[in-house]
């Protein structure tokens, strides 16, 4: 039997815990401070490979997706099974594109990691399908391979988009669907709460919207803010940006569904906006109604050209 190796790993280095936060500039309500031993050209060091991971996740058993001491989350569980499945002695660092909280999914989380090449290379047949036994199942990998040039998954993104579901008639609310359904005890109107969404729209500092991280910019460019009803007692909101600061996307909710049922009027979430200061009535509503759908980067040849610019610090000068 063939000695087991013990290859050198990309150093691990420990994450803010904070989520709901992506990069788009420094860090952000879905990504916080990247990991591994990555170059800041997008390149993996000699001797490794980066791999870009395709997953998804039910968010209900984890206390989200950064390691934290003690707890169970998503990255510790993926690259546990990784090491595993490379055989290394440690397990690698993941960087993620959407850090989500404890309670949030994700339907298209992508992730890159740097491994040793002659690792990957002696795994890489069978990798996806030992993956799916590795794994426990609320979390799955849809796909690993190596990543192109210049990739990184926070950083390379244009957007991600998130979506947040309601039922706003309780004698219709479904139980099999309560881990990502917010129940809201009122009805609500989607045509005035589209109307507010308007003025939330664009480049702007939500500082009003997000819990702040010093060091951290708050602008973000809101690219989509729509909500629509999927059946009579069943509304969705879809979010895109090209990044969320912390708690970002369930504020936003928040204070739509209350100019949605009257609390509020349409003018009420921007003036939030434009006051820039945390306002004591807007609600963050419960993490579990929020999932990740999906993250758009650009074609191969622009990922180096678009991480270089989202580096770039943000102000909203």
Avoid: K
């Amino acid at each position: 039997m063939r000695s087991q190796r013990r290859t050198r790993t990309p150093s691990r280095r420990t994450e803010p815990t904070t989520s709901e936060q992506d990069a788009g500039g420094i860090a952000s309500d879905t990504g916080a401070a990247s990991t591994g031993a990555a170059n800041t050209d997008g390149a993996a060091d000699p001797g490794f490979t980066r791999l870009r991971l395709d997953l998804s996740y039910d968010g209900s058993g984890f206390s989200g997706w950064a390691r934290q001491p003690g707890q169970r989350t998503v990255q510790d569980v993926v690259e546990e099974a990784l090491c595993r499945l490379l055989r290394m002695a440690r397990p690698p660092a993941l960087t993620v594109a959407g850090r989500t909280d404890a309670g949030v999914h994700a339907r298209g989380q992508v992730t890159h990691v740097d491994v040793p090449a002659d690792s990957w290379a002696q795994a890489a047949p069978v990798a996806a399908r030992r993956l799916s036994r590795l794994l426990p199942p609320d979390v799955r990998v849809h796909a690993i391979r190596p990543a192109p040039d210049g990739f990184d998954a926070r950083f390379s993104a244009l957007w991600r988009r998130y979506s947040y579901r309601v039922c706003d008639d309780l004698t219709a609310a479904e139980p099999l669907r309560r881990h990502d359904t917010l129940w809201y005890r009122h009805p609500v109107d989607v045509g005035v709460m589209n109307e507010a969404a308007a003025d939330c729209m664009g480049e702007h500092d939500f500082a009003a919207f997000c819990r702040r991280r010093e060091g951290a910019t708050t602008v973000r460019a809101l690219l989509r803010l729509e909500w629509a009803r999927t059946s009579p007692s069943v509304l969705t909101a879809t979010v895109v940006a090209d990044a969320f600061c912390h708690n970002m996307v369930r504020a936003l909710v928040g204070a739509l569904l209350l100019v949605g049922d009257g609390s509020r009027p349409v003018s009420w979430p921007g003036r939030v906006l434009a006051a820039r200061v945390r306002d004591p009535g807007v609600t963050v509503v419960a993490a579990h109604g929020l999932c990740l759908e999906e993250v758009r980067y650009p074609p191969p040849a622009q990922l180096s050209g678009r991480a270089q610019a989202t580096r770039r610090i943000r102000t909203s000068g």
